[in-house]
């Protein structure tokens, strides 16, 4: 069993360590946080044990009636992989600490690409992180289009990719984002940094991307134009994309209009916290005009790189190829809606 330890319990660690306890060949070994809070309380009651990740502050956690099983080094040292989801940056200081323990690390969409040896999307590259100690799983949006353009690239050929990204102001949980009553341009500077992003992922891609932020917390929304290398007939793009299993095309008998029945969609369909693993694409949005393919998708920024994590877990520790590793990912998991 491949012991898996989870540094940085809040939107992506919480889902990680679920979806980790879900696999037929993995074990959360622990999670570890910063302070006691309501996470911190749900983790205890779900039996994960439960580690400080900044010792001095282990006290604080007893005197909240939570039982620490030590300081997170000892946790880095037990594990076979950590997956580090802690807020943009810390992962970047915590790097030394895995590498002390020699214990390779997955970081998340908030690091810098320059931090890892590979950043990874499991459709689109996943043995690149084969035998690597440090591994970035994209962003959210990163992810969205990764999963979009693997396919293309492979039935078409991708001349250039154009996606302007409307993005939710913060998570559910996040109080303090905004904005509350605004369109903004965000990033204002053209291209944003979602594109070069996307690069890591692709070599030799051409694409541009724009950012908008807008009051919302539910989902992003792309609106995506991808000029491919030959003229295709839209039904063949949606047969194509039919054959991805994490690509959901809402069909337009579903009558879901926007992000908000999608997430309710969800949660009658009984997913864990109303998460949409899959990018959900509007089956009537796809559409061609020449050679230029156009689209709308829903991306849940808090869950979609969940299964990614777990893909990459196999594929840092070469226990699985892409196919196998998806495979078991979605199965355990329930992705396919
Ligand atoms: P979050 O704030 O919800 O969770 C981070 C957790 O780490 C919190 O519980 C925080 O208390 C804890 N933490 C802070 N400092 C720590 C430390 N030194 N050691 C251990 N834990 C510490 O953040 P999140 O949304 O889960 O984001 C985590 C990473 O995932 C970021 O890189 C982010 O960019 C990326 N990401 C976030 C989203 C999203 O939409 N939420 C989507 C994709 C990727």
Redesign the pocket.
């Known amino acids: 069993m491949i012991q898996v330890a989870i ?7 919480k889902r990680v360590a679920d979806a980790v306890r879900e696999q037929p060949d993995m074990e959360v070994r622990g999670v ?4 006691p809070n309501f ?1 911190a309380e749900t983790a205890v009651d779900k039996g994960f044990p439960l580690y400080a ?2 010792e001095e502050r282990a006290d604080q956690f007893e005197e909240a009636g939570l039982e620490i099983a030590g300081p ?1 080094e000892d946790l880095v040292d037990a594990a076979d992989v950590v997956v580090d ?4 940056g ?2 970047a ?2 790097k030394s600490m895995y590498e002390a323990y020699d214990t390779p690390a997955l ?5 810098d690409a320059d931090l890892v040896d590979t950043s990874f999307n499991a459709r689109s590259n996943f043995e690149d992180a084969t035998g690597a100690d440090h591994v970035r799983v994209v ?2 949006n990163t992810t969205g289009l990764s999963r979009v353009i693997a396919p293309l690239r492979e039935a078409y050929g991708v001349e250039k990719v154009r996606a302007t990204l409307v993005r939710r102001g913060g ?1 559910p ?1 996040q109080t303090s984002r905004g904005p509350i009553n605004d369109i903004l341009p965000n990033p204002v500077t053209i291209p944003s940094h979602h594109g070069p992003d996307v690069e890591t992922i692709f070599d030799d891609l051409d694409i541009d991307t724009l950012g908008m932020k807008v009051p919302a917390t539910l989902m992003h929304m792309h609106s995506l134009n991808v000029t491919l290398e030959e003229e295709v007939d839209a039904s063949e793009v949606r047969d194509l994309f039919a054959e991805e299993s994490r690509l959901f095309l809402i069909p337009e008998r579903m009558d879901i209009d926007g992000s908000g029945t999608l997430k309710e969609y969800a949660l009658d369909a009984g997913r864990p916290r109303g998460d949409v693993w899959e990018n959900s694409i509007w089956e009537e949005s796809i559409s061609t005009v020449g050679d230029d393919l156009y689209l709308f998708q829903g991306i849940h ?2 869950s979609d ?1 969940v299964p990614e994590n777990v893909d990459a877990i196999r594929a840092v520790l070469g226990e699985a190829d892409a196919e196998e590793s998806i495979q078991t990912t979605n199965e355990t998991m329930g992705i396919g809606l």
């Open positions: 540094n940085g319990y809040g939107t992506i660690g570890a946080k910063t302070r996470e990740a900044i997170v989801a802690t807020p943009s810390i992962g200081e915590n970081y998340q969409g908030g690091e962003s959210c998570d949980g920024q808090e790189v």
